[in-house]
């Protein structure tokens, strides 16, 4: 395995873990929430949530660029505050990932909340509990399994997006050049190699995280 191989690698599996764990945090905060509230605007807050599963990813990268660009509000406001332009940065790769992948996290997440009975989790107030105890030790114990099958696909779609992340991060070997936008680099320059190379590691890595997020969702239907 060559230094342009494990460095693209590397930088993919940086993006996409960290797109993936703030998924994870938000993703499963917002799946409890809809799980469990009833709030105005609550239908169109989840088809937002859900939209960038349909979106072209080049139309929600445009998004994102119109949010976190030079000119948009967001963009604005980190650099007058930080100092700091998302635009062609790693974690602009992240922001890309993340609003990409964030209803596979969302979706499950409130689905499984769903599935967990209220009663319980009432058993755990009249006991004593705090709400945020009666999240962690009652409602997020029995959910897990779904949230987790959710993370490992949004884990597997964030290491394979191309096109958001093209618009807003670009293709700067060793910065924001994931394995996905190396592939069609690779192709695009007739380098057979290592476009083979990088399409076995991804297929490879896919075919892993697939498997145990299947096997999650059969335990957690009562399969086997």
Request: hydrophobic share 55%; aromatic share 10%.
């Amino acid at each position: 395995m060559n230094e342009t191989l494990i460095t693209t690698l590397l930088l993919s599996l940086k993006i996409a873990g960290t797109a993936t764990l703030l998924n994870m945090v938000f993703g499963t905060a917002a799946g409890f929430l809809f799980a469990r509230r009833r709030f105005v605007g609550r239908d169109f807050l989840d088809t937002v949530f859900t939209m960038p599963m349909v979106l072209p990813p080049t139309v929600l990268g445009y998004y994102l660029l119109v949010v976190f660009g030079r000119n948009g509000s967001v963009g604005v406001w980190l650099k007058e505050t930080f100092n700091f332009n998302l635009i062609f940065t790693w974690q602009g790769a992240v922001a890309a990932a993340a609003a990409v992948t964030f209803p596979l996290v969302f979706k499950p997440a409130r689905a499984a909340f769903e599935e967990v009975n209220p009663q319980l989790e009432q058993a755990a107030r009249v006991l004593g509990l705090s709400e945020a105890a009666v999240f962690f030790r009652v409602s997020l114990p029995l959910a897990w399994r779904g949230i987790l099958a959710g993370v490992l696909l949004a884990f597997a779609r964030a290491l394979g997006e191309f096109g958001a992340t093209l618009m807003i991060a670009g293709s700067i070997p060793g910065q924001t050049q994931t394995l996905s936008i190396a592939i069609y680099e690779a192709v695009q320059a007739g380098d057979d190699m290592l476009a083979n190379g990088l399409v076995v590691l991804v297929s490879a890595v896919c075919v892993v995280i697939l498997l145990a997020a299947g096997r999650l969702l059969r335990v957690r239907g009562g399969g086997k």
